[in-house]
């Protein structure tokens, strides 16, 4: 919902009926606040005091004063004043994050955790550093040892009351939502009435199911606006008052917001045009350097003290003082707040130039708000609401396009209430940039030379292939595509994966909404099996779905070429041919809506029921992203019956986890969320963007398309993660485990003609009948050296991560033992989260300079002292994993169960 000044012209006695029931609510939710505030309260009192406990000096005199601050030293109450200030900012954050969210209670009850325990131990610098140098207390005095100790036991001791507090948020979200969806609709009368007639939406006229769904949207952010007020200004009965007011007023089809604006003027009128041009994606698209620049003079006026090399940038200093300024409506330095809306509350990220998403806009929408950010209705402005009326159809003369007139301002006022109207607004923009992109891609990027040297006719098989499948249906959203090598005992697992495709709300997803493209490929020479006879047979049982399928046969790949990495019938040609079909197929029809589309492999055991929907509604949502990985697994009976599965696999995704933290600072490849060729979805005009996935790559092309993205847009930001879940056929992992003792290998050369990538005996391997005989099933002192070298071959990643790509030119000593003990942090790191602590392993490494300058690493060795605390931590997984598999049994039971106007 928008903070929009509203001005309707209402009749006095209809305005006091309105005014009635906006009090007698805002008192039933100041009543509902009762169970936030004290999660507040709770949480701020406990990191406060875990702070204090761990500095007694003054902890004792603050006791000893009558607990007054005022009556410390200058230099304790300076102290004192830190503390509070840092506790207060950290609380309202990590309050908002809770209340934002939809946390399970073990998830939750870790986030308290991390947040007090890392609230509590940035207040002592010197034990915090020493933790983080080596992920342990081992380089620590006894002093600092007992002082982190002691912070470890009051984080928790006192767990388990802010808990309970936690798991109440949702039902009492799920109240202030009703109270503000009822207090709209009771001013509709006409509408409110039919509604209840049948309690379903479904017998409302279309136009009335949109009314009653812009109604549900808009109380939808009149919650989260509420619930943040409430947190950080614990509960202003007045200003609750307001946004009630508000949000029934700006559902009555009498609202006029806006006067007609043009090129030239100035005033409130046009900042508040502007912020809804951010809002909408008209006006800015990421933090550019006008962006950048509006900051740093903001950060001069705040009087914040910055390197010049900060200014710009939005970092902690700069965060906590707007976060200072929106929550007191204060004055810093020149910048007055009292007038800010708690809508620019909570900055929780440092962002620079090039970052996109909603914390930009909210910076772009505060620095226009307090003037550092346009000057009165510019060229940019202009050109955006012209943008604006092309793709809102409005019949507007050309002397007036950019102009804000009658028409614009009432289209305009509509679709900002409207959730459906903004969303095709978004798809308006994304298509534009996706047909453009598709275009220049099909036209000068299909082919290049490389391509057409080893398939000559590559771009006529791509047409021809693409002419004789069935035309994209024109809702089509989402294309699933999957290469297929030899798959006829997998694939029907994958397609029965999507035979039960939900909505988000638990319903069936409309069969129309995706498409699955199958290429089954194979290298000239080789005997196809059954797997397009399997494909078919499945169609046949299923012909609501739209299955497609391109039977293809590669040539051979030369020996030179083969040398040199480059197979023609490899999964990267396989991924780039049907993603061209796809690309070509969709340029064909006159679609409405973005393509988006879902890379998979077709030997997948599980595919979530939500995965499709989810994309969709997270790329709709945020029409910046380019991509989206989901939670790729393997079955979890493996790792409850193999600990080395378990322990190689999660140390695998620890350290991929661990190399995004940006204190790190790990090269660009490693950084934010990695693409991969499982439940991996791209928009189609970033995937053009990217030049598609690389011909004749044999691994490492799902990463490809991945990084080339983030090289076009030179950010991570627009690569982001979707609580969807595939889980993955363990065959190469266990193939290789039983051929190599080694997992890390899982993805090398198989033992077919030429290298092939996944080797042809890895496909006969039925996993569930081996299982038992895998090496490593319990982790003991006699078989602990299986577990060393596969630690030993992750650290030797590890390490590899900061030497590849780490060096402009020939790195000095200095320089490669800085990047390899950054490499030793983050494999510490991944086996602290593993369960191991440092006394618990040693870690040898060395390294020489080759003869063309750069550095070599040699193989590196990690032997167990211990395996007591990895042993609890793997025994430990079986029970968890049932618990999970109760709690989603549990939620996708009340989703089915959810009544349909919820």
Not at 233 to 247: A, F, I, M, T, Y
Not at 491 to 515: A, C, H, M, S, V
Not at 660 to 679: E, H, L
Not at 736 to 755: H, L, Q
Request: hydrophobic share 35%; proline share 4%; charged share 30%.
């Amino acid at each position: 919902m928008h903070n929009l000044d509203i001005r309707p012209s209402i009749p006095e006695e209809e305005l006091k009926k309105i005014e009635a029931t906006v009090r007698a609510r805002s008192l039933e939710i100041n009543e509902l606040s009762q169970e936030i505030i004290p999660l507040t309260e709770k949480i701020s009192r406990f990191v406060f005091w875990g702070v204090l406990d761990a500095k007694p000096e003054l902890a004792k005199a603050y006791i000893e004063n009558g607990y007054d601050p005022s009556k410390l030293s200058p230099e304790a109450q300076a102290e004192f004043n830190q503390i509070q200030q840092t506790t207060n900012i950290r609380t309202v954050e990590i309050v908002c994050e809770i209340l934002q969210s939809d946390l399970g209670p073990e998830e939750l009850e870790r986030k308290i955790y991390d947040h007090v325990f890392w609230s509590i131990l940035d207040n002592h610098q010197q034990v915090a550093k020493k933790f983080i140098e080596k992920w342990d207390t081992s380089t620590m005095a006894d002093k600092e040892k007992d002082q982190f100790a002691n912070i470890q036991r009051i984080v928790d001791i006192k767990r388990e009351e802010i808990t309970p507090l936690a798991q109440n948020v949702g039902d009492v979200k799920h109240q202030i939502y009703q109270q503000i969806f009822w207090g709209m609709l009771d001013h509709r009368e006409a509408l409110a009435r039919k509604y209840m007639e049948h309690w379903d939406p479904q017998k409302l006229s279309p136009e009335e199911q949109k009314e009653l769904a812009a109604i549900a949207e808009s109380a939808k952010h009149t919650v989260a606006e509420i619930l943040g007020l409430l947190v950080a200004e614990q509960g202003s009965v007045k200003k609750v008052q307001l946004l009630l007011l508000q949000s029934i007023l700006i559902a009555r089809e009498d609202t006029k917001v806006l006067e007609n604006l043009m090129q030239g003027d100035k005033g409130d009128e046009v900042r508040k045009l502007q912020k809804i041009l951010v809002d909408v994606g008209y006006l800015h698209t990421q933090f550019d350097k006008e962006t950048s620049e509006g900051l740093a003079n903001l950060q001069k006026d705040l009087g914040i003290n910055l390197n010049p090399n900060f200014l710009g940038r939005l970092g902690p200093k700069t965060r906590a003082a707007l976060n200072r300024l929106v929550r007191e409506k204060t004055k810093i330095g020149k910048v007055d707040g009292s007038k800010l809306s708690s809508e620019y509350l909570i900055f929780p990220k440092n962002l620079l130039e090039g970052d996109i998403g909603p914390e930009v806009i909210k910076v772009q929408k505060l620095l226009i708000e307090l003037g550092y950010l346009h000057d009165g209705f510019d060229n940019p402005t202009m050109q955006a609401v012209s943008q604006l009326q092309l793709d809102l159809d409005l019949d507007v003369a050309p002397k007036n396009r950019g102009k804000l007139g009658p028409k614009t301002r009432t289209e305009l006022n509509a679709t900002i209430i409207d959730t459906e109207k903004t969303k095709k607004l978004h798809h308006r923009q994304r298509l534009r940039r996706e047909r453009r992109h598709v275009d220049h891609y099909l036209k000068y990027r299909m082919a290049l030379p490389h391509v057409v040297k080893h398939m000559p006719d590559y771009v006529e098989q791509v047409k021809a292939d693409s002419n004789r499948l069935p035309e994209m249906h024109e809702k089509c959203r989402v294309s699933v595509c999957v290469p297929a090598h030899l798959e006829e005992k997998n694939i029907e697992k994958l397609l029965n994966g999507y035979l039960d495709q939900r909505n988000e709300d638990g319903t069936p997803l409309d069969p129309d909404t995706f498409e699955i493209n199958i290429i089954v490929n194979r290298q000239v020479g080789i005997a196809p099996d059954r797997t397009v006879q399997v494909i078919e047979a499945f169609q046949r049982k299923h012909p609501n779905m739209h299955i497609n399928i391109v039977d293809k046969v590669f040539p051979k790949t030369n020996p030179e070429d083969l040398k040199r990495g480059i197979r023609v019938a490899s999964v990267g040609t396989a991924r780039k041919y049907i993603g061209d079909v796809t690309l070509l197929r969709s340029r064909k029809t006159d679609r409405k809506v973005p393509l988006y589309i879902l890379t998979e492999d077709a030997d997948e055991e599980f595919i979530g029921p939500y995965n499709i929907s989810k994309a969709i509604t997270k790329l709709d949502k945020e029409p910046y992203l380019d991509a989206l990985r989901g939670v790729i697994d393997m079955p979890a009976e493996s790792y409850m019956q193999n600990d080395f599965l378990l322990f190689a696999r999660r140390l695998q995704d620890f350290i991929e986890i661990s190399a995004r933290n940006s204190k790190y600072n790990a090269p660009w490849t490693w950084q934010g969320i990695r693409t991969g060729g499982q439940d991996t979805v791209f928009t189609a005009e970033a995937y053009s963007l990217a030049g598609g996935t690389p011909f004749g790559s044999t691994q490492g092309e799902d990463l490809a398309v991945g990084n080339m993205i983030r090289n076009k847009r030179n950010t991570l930001g627009t690569i982001a993660s979707v609580n969807n879940l595939t889980v993955s056929d363990p065959r190469r992992m266990l193939f290789n485990i039983m051929e190599r003792g080694t997992i890390t290998t899982a993805y090398g050369g198989g033992k077919s003609e030429g290298g092939n990538f996944v080797s042809d005996d890895v496909r006969s391997f039925d996993w569930q009948k081996i299982i038992d005989q895998v090496p490593g099933k319990k982790l003991t002192e006699a078989n602990k050296v299986l577990f060393e070298k596969e630690a030993g071959r992750f650290a030797h990643l590890a390490l590899s991560i900061f030497i590849w790509n780490a060096f402009n030119s020939q790195p000095s000593t200095s320089e490669v033992n800085e990047a390899i003990n950054k490499g030793i942090a983050l494999f510490e790191r991944a086996m602290f989260f593993m369960g191991f602590k440092k006394d618990d392993y040693n870690l040898n490494y060395s390294w020489h300079m080759s003869e063309y300058g750069w550095p070599q690493l040699n193989p590196c060795t990690v032997k167990f002292n211990k395996i007591d605390n990895i042993q609890a931590a793997l025994n430990s997984y079986p029970e968890r994993y049932k618990k999970r598999l109760e709690n989603d049994k549990k939620k996708y039971e009340e989703k089915l169960k959810r009544p349909k106007d919820e």
